[in-house]
C-alpha cells in the first residue's frame, strides 16, 4: 500500500510551506531518509528526507506550489502500484478533508488531460487544468467560501486587516488566495471589506502601477527564489507597518580595541570562538536592552508586549540572500556563552543547517555592514520588532580628545526604531547607554 508523504510543519508557528524543488522524479527508487524534496517557509528552507523506501509513485504538488502542513505533496510505494498516474495537481485541503473532496476529485480526473509538469514558481497555477466548475464561482455558504479558497495564515492576515477572502481572485490551485495575494492586497492599500472596515467619508488612498522595468538585448531575465520573494515581502511590510526614525552615533572603541588585542587569545582558546567586535557589541545591546526595555518590546495592535526574554537576532548575509538566526534568552549568556553562540548560528546559517525555530522570535536585531567596510546603515526593523541596530566598521580617525588632537578607533552605530512606539528621546538613552558600555567597559566580563 502506498505510503503518503506529507508537508512537514518546520515549527510551532508555521502554517504552510512552498515545495521549491524535487530531489527525485516519479518512478526513482528512494530510500528511507534520503532527501526527497526541498520546501522554502516564511522562517527557513530546508531538505525533506523520505519518510520511507520505495518507489516515487506521485508527485500530488508541484515545484513552486504552497500548500498548508499536513497536505499529501507525493505518494510513495512498491514499483507498478497505482499512486495516481503520476499527478502534479495540488490538493485544495489538508488530508483531514480529503473525503469530503472525493466526488470533485473524482470528476476532475475524468475531464482533466493527460498530467503534465508541474509550473515553475514564474507560472504560477495559471497553466494548471481547468477545473469542470469555475473557480471564481465557488458553491455553499460564505463560511465554506472561505475555507475553500484560503489557509489558515491567509484568513488571520485578513482579519487583521478586514479583507474579504471571497471577493479575491486568488492565483493559486482552484483560486486559491495565496499568502503572496494576500499580502500583495495589504501594501496596496486595497480598503476593507464593508463588514468589517469602520464607516468613512474620506476618500481611499491610491497606489499608482507602476509600469515593468523594459527587458533589452542582452538582459537576461530569471525569477526571484522563494527567499528572496519572502525577503522582498518582509521588507515591504515592515517599511508599510512602521513609521521608520533613524539616530546616529559615533562611538570610540579604543577600550574595546585594547582589550580584543589583549584578551583576544586566551578568550578563543577557553570559548573556541573569537572575540569580535559584534562580540562587544552584542553585549552592549543586551545590557542597554535591560536599562531600556520598551526597546524590547513589541506592538500588538494597541497592546505593548514588554518581552521577558530577551532574544538577539544576528543578520547573516548568504549566497542566496539573508537569514536573522537568534540567540534565545541571551540576557543569561556570558561573553564566552555569546561568542560561542554567534559562531554557531552563522555557521550552521551558511550551511543550511538551522531549525526553523532557530530564526524565529527575536525581540531585537542587529546587522554588521560594517563587516563588509560600510561606514555606516540604515536598516530596514526585522518585524515584529520594534528596532534595530547598524554597525559600521572599526576605522582610525582624527578627533580631538582633550584640547588636542588625537587618532582613536571609531564606529559609527545607527538605531532604525519604530515611531509609534520609541520616540527621540528613549532612542537617545539606547544609544548612549550602548556608547558609555563600550568606551568604558568593565574588563571583568571576559
Known amino acids: 500500500m502506498a505510503t503518503d508523504v506529507i508537508m512537514p510543519q518546520m515549527g510551532e508557528s508555521i502554517a504552510e510551506g512552498t515545495v521549491t524543488k524535487w530531489l527525485k522524479q516519479v518512478g526513482d527508487t528512494v530510500e528511507r531518509d534520503e532527501p526527497l524534496f526541498e520546501i522554502s517557509t516564511d522562517k527557513v528552507d530546508a531538505e525533506i528526507p523520505s519518510p520511507t523506501a520505495g518507489?516515487?509513485?506521485?508527485?500530488?504538488?508541484?515545484?513552486?506550489e504552497t500548500v498548508e502542513i499536513q497536505t499529501i505533496v507525493a505518494r510513495i510505494g512498491e514499483s507498478g502500484e497505482s499512486g495516481g498516474g503520476g499527478s502534479t495537481t495540488a490538493p485544495d485541503k489538508a488530508p483531514e478533508k480529503e473525503a469530503e473532496k472525493a466526488p470533485e476529485a473524482a470528476s476532475e480526473k475524468a475531464a482533466a488531460p493527460p498530467a503534465s509538469p508541474g509550473p515553475t514558481p514564474s507560472a504560477p497555477a495559471a497553466s494548471a487544468?481547468?477545473?469542470?466548475?469555475?473557480?471564481?464561482?465557488?458553491?455553499?455558504?460564505?463560511?465554506?467560501?472561505?475555507?475553500?479558497?484560503s489557509s489558515p495564515v491567509v484568513r488571520?492576515?485578513?482579519?487583521?486587516?478586514?479583507?474579504?477572502?471571497?471577493?479575491?481572485?486568488?492565483?493559486?490551485?482552484?483560486?486559491?488566495?495565496?499568502?503572496?495575494?494576500?499580502?500583495?492586497?495589504?501594501?496596496?492599500?486595497?480598503?476593507?471589506?464593508?463588514?468589517?472596515?469602520?464607516?468613512?467619508?474620506?476618500?481611499?488612498?491610491?497606489?499608482?502601477?507602476?509600469?515593468?522595468?523594459?527587458?533589452?538585448?542582452?538582459?537576461?531575465?530569471?525569477?526571484?527564489?522563494?527567499?528572496?520573494q519572502l525577503i522582498a515581502d518582509h521588507m515591504v511590510a515592515s517599511k508599510h507597518t512602521s513609521p521608520h526614525v533613524h539616530t546616529l552615533y559615533e562611538i570610540d572603541m579604543s577600550k574595546v580595541d585594547a582589550l580584543r588585542r589583549q584578551?583576544?587569545?586566551?578568550?578563543?582558546?577557553?570559548?573556541?570562538?573569537?572575540?569580535?567586535?559584534?562580540?562587544?557589541?552584542?553585549?552592549?545591546?543586551?545590557?542597554?536592552?535591560?536599562?531600556?526595555?520598551?526597546?524590547?518590546?513589541?506592538?500588538?495592535?494597541?497592546?505593548?508586549?514588554?518581552h521577558g526574554d530577551i532574544n538577539v537576532g544576528m543578520?547573516?548575509?548568504l549566497e542566496q540572500g539573508l537569514i536573522v538566526p537568534v540567540i534565545k534568552r541571551a540576557q543569561d549568556l556570558s561573553m564566552e556563552g555569546i561568542a560561542r553562540s554567534?559562531?554557531?548560528?552563522?555557521?550552521?546559517?551558511?550551511?543550511?543547517?538551522?531549525?526553523?525555530?532557530?530564526?524565529?522570535?527575536?525581540?531585537f536585531s542587529i546587522t554588521?555592514?560594517?563587516?563588509?567596510?560600510?561606514?555606516?546603515?540604515?536598516?530596514?526593523?526585522?518585524?515584529?520588532?520594534?528596532?534595530?541596530?547598524?554597525?559600521?566598521?572599526?576605522?582610525?580617525?582624527?578627533?580631538?580628545?582633550?584640547?588636542?588632537?588625537?587618532?582613536?578607533?571609531?564606529?559609527?552605530?545607527?538605531?532604525?526604531?519604530?515611531?509609534?512606539?520609541?520616540?527621540?528621546?528613549t532612542a537617545e538613552q539606547f544609544l548612549s547607554t550602548i556608547t558609555k558600555t563600550l568606551e568604558n567597559f568593565d574588563e571583568t566580563a571576559l
Open 55 to 64: 518507489t516515487l509513485l506521485e508527485i500530488v504538488v508541484p515545484e513552486g
Open 129 to 149: 487544468p481547468a477545473d469542470p466548475a469555475p473557480a471564481s464561482a465557488p458553491t455553499g455558504t460564505r463560511e465554506e467560501r472561505i475555507q475553500t479558497k
Open 156 to 228: 488571520k492576515i485578513a482579519a487583521e486587516h478586514g479583507i474579504d477572502i471571497t471577493t479575491l481572485n486568488g492565483t493559486g490551485v482552484h483560486g486559491r488566495v495565496t499568502k503572496q495575494d494576500i499580502m500583495a492586497v495589504v501594501e496596496v492599500g486595497v480598503p476593507a471589506s464593508p463588514a468589517s472596515a469602520p464607516a468613512s467619508s474620506a476618500p481611499s488612498a491610491t497606489v499608482p502601477t507602476l509600469p515593468p522595468a523594459p527587458v533589452g538585448t542582452g538582459d537576461r531575465v530569471e525569477p526571484m527564489s522563494r527567499m528572496r
Open 263 to 306: 584578551h583576544k587569545e586566551g578568550f578563543l582558546q577557553r570559548s573556541g570562538a573569537k572575540l569580535t567586535y559584534t562580540v562587544f557589541m552584542t553585549k552592549a545591546v543586551i545590557d542597554a536592552l535591560k536599562a531600556v526595555p520598551v526597546v524590547n518590546a513589541s506592538l500588538n495592535g494597541t497592546d505593548i508586549i514588554y
Open 315 to 317: 543578520a547573516v548575509s
Open 342 to 363: 554567534l559562531t554557531d548560528l552563522a555557521t550552521r546559517a551558511r550551511s543550511r543547517k538551522l531549525k526553523p525555530d532557530e530564526v524565529a522570535g527575536s525581540t
Open 368 to 425: 554588521n555592514p560594517g563587516s563588509y567596510g560600510g561606514l555606516i546603515g540604515m536598516p530596514v526593523i526585522n518585524q515584529p520588532n520594534v528596532a534595530i541596530l547598524g554597525m559600521g566598521k572599526v576605522e582610525k580617525r582624527v578627533c580631538v580628545v582633550d584640547d588636542m588632537i588625537a587618532i582613536r578607533p571609531k564606529m559609527y552605530v545607527s538605531l532604525g526604531y519604530d515611531h509609534r512606539l520609541i520616540d527621540g528621546a
